[in-house]
């Protein structure tokens, strides 16, 4: 009797002991990779941003990896120069790292930070690269190279050992912004993320 007590501790204690997951459990270190979506506002109109973040997971709590984004609908820019319309093209990426804070629970947080650069351009209209048709463009108006850094929060739910579902918050800061009609606050802005990632976690 006493030897089945101390198995039904040590079982329970096993048991309480294990992460909290919808379907299963981690394992301690690992990486992740996953599709990330971003709801943002350039200027007065809302944006889609595209891409995928990933990475290595030391520890459970540390994320260190990298992410690259893309804007995939039209954002008009006036130029009022010439009264002509054209449409904004914003790519960025760089290094990530990130906190995990209570990895083990169903729900957890997370903060990382993005640091790197991208590129902004023109185009006529959704995948459509400018013409220099009825405008002498200089080089410098055509495209630029600009510095990003992103901070974000995210409400993560852990689905299984494998699969992880977010919700959270970013703010874009972009500087050396030198095209025409736009400046780095035109880029600048917060944005909503729904971030899936797969993995070892």
Do not use: C
């Amino acid at each position: 009797m006493k030897k089945i007590l101390i198995l039904v501790l040590m079982t329970v204690g096993l048991v309480t002991a294990q992460e909290q997951v919808l379907f299963s459990s981690f394992s301690s270190h690992g990486g992740f990779g996953g599709p990330v979506l971003k709801l943002s506002q350039f200027n007065n109109d809302l944006g889609l941003l595209v891409g995928g973040r990933g990475g290595w997971i030391l520890g459970q709590k540390l994320t260190l990896g990298g992410g690259g984004y893309g804007l995939v609908n039209d954002i008009p820019v006036l130029f009022e120069d010439t009264d002509s319309t054209r449409f904004l093209d914003f790519n960025y990426g760089g290094f990530e790292i990130g906190i995990i804070i209570a990895s083990n629970s169903l729900v957890h947080f997370s903060v990382n930070s993005l640091i790197g650069g991208g590129e902004v351009r023109y185009r006529n209209s959704m995948f459509d690269e400018m013409k220099n048709e009825d405008y002498n463009w200089e080089s410098k108006w055509d495209h630029d190279q600009v510095f990003v850094f992103e901070p974000s929060v995210n409400v993560m739910l852990n689905l299984s050992r494998w699969a992880r579902i977010g919700l959270g918050a970013s703010y874009r800061y972009v500087s050396g912004v030198d095209l025409n009609s736009i400046d780095d606050t035109f880029l600048t802005g917060p944005a909503a993320v729904l971030t899936l990632k797969f993995g070892s976690f």
